[in-house]
């Protein structure tokens, strides 16, 4: 039998459409590319999108040593496998604007890859809303496991729809080349360090 080894629920505060899976106090954010409409990452980073602009999502947890074959998606309304890379092996559910309760750590297996599989239902109840009372749920599972493209098992909302039209949108951020001048400095320098 496959039982968790954690598990946990809360409500997590969301701003801007987001709340996090997050090593310590981080405060860059991956590139915006929501190309599965739910999660997206960078290394130490996953970036979880809410249906809501602001408010409390309710949010269970599952950390798991081995992998859960089969997914359940009659209860949800997108379910996403999406591959993440714990820095530290301090990876805990986060908020940017307050505290979120004691979360249990969800990669206790040390640094490395994992794979979640996130759930959620009920992004499309208040979509763009700043609400008081949670109406949204996510179940998130993880467990250790190689990096894998995402795994997509439902996808109906329109929350969703959205984000991944945005991302089919937006170009790829990739880094700027180095001003002309500075690519030969740093070409002259390797080379130079190359032959003393």
């Known amino acids: 039998m496959n039982d968790?080894?954690?598990?946990?629920s809360g409500?997590?505060?969301?701003?801007y459409h987001m709340f996090y899976l997050?090593?310590?106090t981080q405060d860059e954010q991956p590139p915006f590319r929501p190309e599965n409409g739910l999660i997206f990452s960078a290394p130490g980073r996953a970036v979880v999108l809410a249906g809501i602009n602001s408010g409390s999502v309710h949010t269970t947890v599952e950390v798991y040593q081995n992998p859960i074959a089969r997914a359940h998606t009659e209860e949800w309304d997108e379910v996403v496998d999406h591959s993440v890379q714990a820095l530290s092996g301090r990876m805990k559910v986060a908020s940017l604007m307050d505290d979120s309760p004691a979360w249990?750590?969800?990669?206790?297996?040390?640094p490395g890859h994992y794979r979640v599989r996130l759930h959620a239902r009920g992004r499309d109840r208040a979509y763009d809303g700043h609400l008081a009372e949670a109406e949204e749920d996510y179940l998130l599972q993880i467990w250790p496991s190689q990096p894998e493209p995402d795994t997509v098992h439902k996808q109906s909302d329109q929350a969703g729809a959205g984000f991944r039209q945005t991302a089919l949108q937006e170009p790829l951020n990739e880094p700027a080349p180095p001003p002309v001048g500075q690519a030969r400095s740093q070409a002259l320098e390797r080379l130079r360090r190359r032959h003393t």
């Open 4 to 8: 968790p080894v954690a598990r946990a």
């Open 11 to 15: 409500l997590v505060r969301v701003e």
């Open 22 to 24: 997050a090593e310590g």
């Open 104 to 110: 249990p750590t969800l990669t206790p297996f040390g």
